[in-house]
């Protein structure tokens, strides 16, 4: 085991290009960051105008007609919209307003619609007038009900949801699976050799990107903030919110401070590991066969630590499509090794922790990336100390090659 280690100090002969190809998959988040964040800006621009509206004079209003339309999905759901006009005079002049309510549209909320309905159509019978808050720089706008509809939280809340799941795996944060970056004309060139074609293994040394993920963590985590933050706002200016309101806000907040707590845990982690790489002695690596690995990380542990391994094979199988796709995940393999840090392993500020580590025999390779199922294998690592935890994630090159030769083995 020392002899071996001592073999990976050396940087190895690369046995890859460098490639840097966008990885097409995660396009897929592209239309519900799109999709997610026009929803959430129309319901934004809802609040913008409810806040704004506070500070509107108001003008008696009478209403003419007023009624309840119910619009049908194509799937049975129904919708319901509030209809009528109004007429109003502002500054001499007499304006009809058609619109009773901030939110725009229709929604799911038929109580709250009957509600309204019930006191315009009270006004009507009575011949009383409502008061109408009028927008000063526009009269021709005008509004009988201000308040905070549960459309208008919906519209913000499910288009915050979808844009900022668009954004996770625009990001990478939801990786849909393992994928990789691919170099098309290697992969034409050496269609044998599809490792050579693969941007995360280049040569011998496995590095991690902690950073990147950092990275994405904290400008999701910054943005749910800014974005929760301005209804928080709206919550405790307005006592009158009704508490649907208020639970959903309050959810989306604990969801927030969740991903500030993770960026947090997340960034200690790296200040105190930085990024690790795991030293391979061959490429690629076959089944039915022994290999060495040394995971290298920077020193901050103690004589003696011990470290876990997981090797892990996973299958992935998409079925249906659309909205009736369903992903099921599979483990194939799993075992799992355990090493100490000795003397020997602490070099250069850094310690060097060897592995054996077995391939099965009827092992199943990995596929790519746009495969179904699709096979993938990966190296976690892990060591319980004081404070924050080290934590590695390594995606392995299991392939079958043949002939012995296209395997490539650590000078």
């Not at 001592?6 to 460098?18: P, R």
């Not at 044998?192 to 590095?207: I, M, T, V, Y």
Request: net charge neutral; hydrophobic share 40%; aromatic share 12%.
């Amino acid at each position: 085991m020392k002899n071996s280690n001592s073999a990976f100090e050396g940087s190895g002969k690369s046995v890859n290009k460098s490639i840097a190809v966008p990885r097409t998959l995660r396009l897929i988040g592209l239309p519900f960051f799109l999709i997610g964040t026009i929803f959430a800006l129309f319901g934004l621009n809802m609040f913008n105008t409810w806040y704004k509206s506070g500070s509107w004079p108001k003008a008696p209003a009478r209403v003419i007609s007023a009624e309840i339309e119910t619009h049908r999905g194509s799937k049975g759901g129904s919708t319901y919209s509030l209809k009528g006009s109004f007429k109003y005079d502002y500054a001499g002049h007499s304006y009809t307003g058609q619109q009773f309510e901030i939110e725009a549209g229709s929604s799911s909320a038929h109580d709250e619609k009957m509600a309204m309905l019930d006191t315009l159509q009270a006004a009507m019978a009575d011949n009383k007038p409502l008061e109408a808050y009028v927008n000063p720089e526009d009269p021709s706008e005008a509004y009988i009900f201000r308040q905070i509809s549960m459309g208008m939280v919906l519209f913000v809340g499910i288009g915050g949801l979808f844009a900022v799941v668009g954004l996770f795996i625009l990001t990478g944060v939801f990786s849909l699976g393992d994928v990789p970056s691919v170099d098309e004309a290697s992969l034409k060139k050496q269609p044998k050799e599809p490792w050579l074609a693969d941007s995360r293994w280049q040569g011998f040394n496995l590095q991690t990107t902690h950073w990147k993920k950092l990275v994405s963590q904290w400008g999701i985590a910054i943005v749910m903030a800014v974005f929760i933050s301005f209804f928080i706002y709206v919550m405790f200016t307005d006592k009158s919110a009704p508490f649907f309101a208020k639970a959903i806000i309050g959810l989306f907040a604990l969801i927030s401070g969740g991903l500030l707590v993770h960026s947090v845990y997340l960034t200690l982690q790296y200040l105190k590991f930085r990024e690790s790489s795991l030293l391979l002695s061959q490429m690629p690596i076959c089944g039915g066969c022994e290999f060495m690995a040394v995971l290298a990380v920077e020193e901050r542990f103690q004589i003696g630590q011990e470290f876990c391994f997981e090797l892990v094979c996973e299958r992935r199988l998409v079925t249906g499509s659309g909205k009736n796709s369903h992903t099921t995940t599979d483990v194939l393999h799993k075992s799992s090794y355990k090493a100490n840090a000795g003397n020997e392993c602490f070099r250069n500020h850094r310690i060097y922790i060897p592995l054996k580590l077995q391939i099965p025999e009827d092992f199943m390779p990995n596929t790519d990336a746009t495969a179904n199922p699709s096979i993938t294998w990966k190296l976690l690592s892990s060591a319980s100390v004081p404070g924050v935890d080290f934590a590695a994630e390594f995606s392995l090159p299991v392939y079958e090659v043949s002939e012995p030769g296209m395997v490539k083995y650590r000078n």
